[in-house]
Nanobody, 124 residues
Framework: QVQLVESGGGLVQAGGSLRLSCAASGRTFSNYAMGWFRQAPGKEREFVAAISWSGDWTYYADSVKGRFTISRDNAKNTVYLQMNSLKPGDTAVYYC?????????????????WGQGTQVTVSS
């Protein structure tokens, strides 16, 4: 089992920045690729970004490419999502997820463990 706890969400104005963190415990964190997903009110959950176990490879949704950066610190068992140039359309509950992936993917079914989510609200 891997337990994931997100933090860092909040209310920010459009154009602002936030950094989300996801702390992992349980099985060896560095064995897992990590992903961030989000779910806006009334919409399905969607992929945001993913990072390989080593941190060497990343993958982003087109909607956040160039604005968001995913990173990880295996010594701290933590994955981050730096979000810049935020837009009202980024408003959602953000979830981190862990999976033993051979290839980074946007398919949420490939991820085995999920956090409880953290709310991000971007005002116009």
């Amino acid at each position: 089992q891997v337990q994931l706890v997100e933090s860092g969400g909040g209310l920010v104005q459009a154009g602002g920045s936030l950094r989300l963190s996801c702390a992992a415990s349980g099985r060896t964190f560095s064995n897992y690729a990590m992903g961030w997903f989000r779910q806006a009110p009334g919409k399905e959950r969607e992929f945001v970004a993913a990072i390989s176990w080593s941190g060497d490879w990343t993958y982003y949704a087109d909607s956040v490419k160039g604005r968001f950066t995913i990173s990880r610190d295996n010594a701290k068992n933590t994955v981050y999502l730096q979000m810049n140039s935020l837009k009202p359309g980024d408003t959602a509950v953000y979830y981190c997820a862990a999976g033993r992936l051979l290839v980074l993917t946007a398919n949420e079914g490939a991820y085995d463990y999920w956090g409880q989510g953290t709310q991000v609200t971007v005002s116009s």
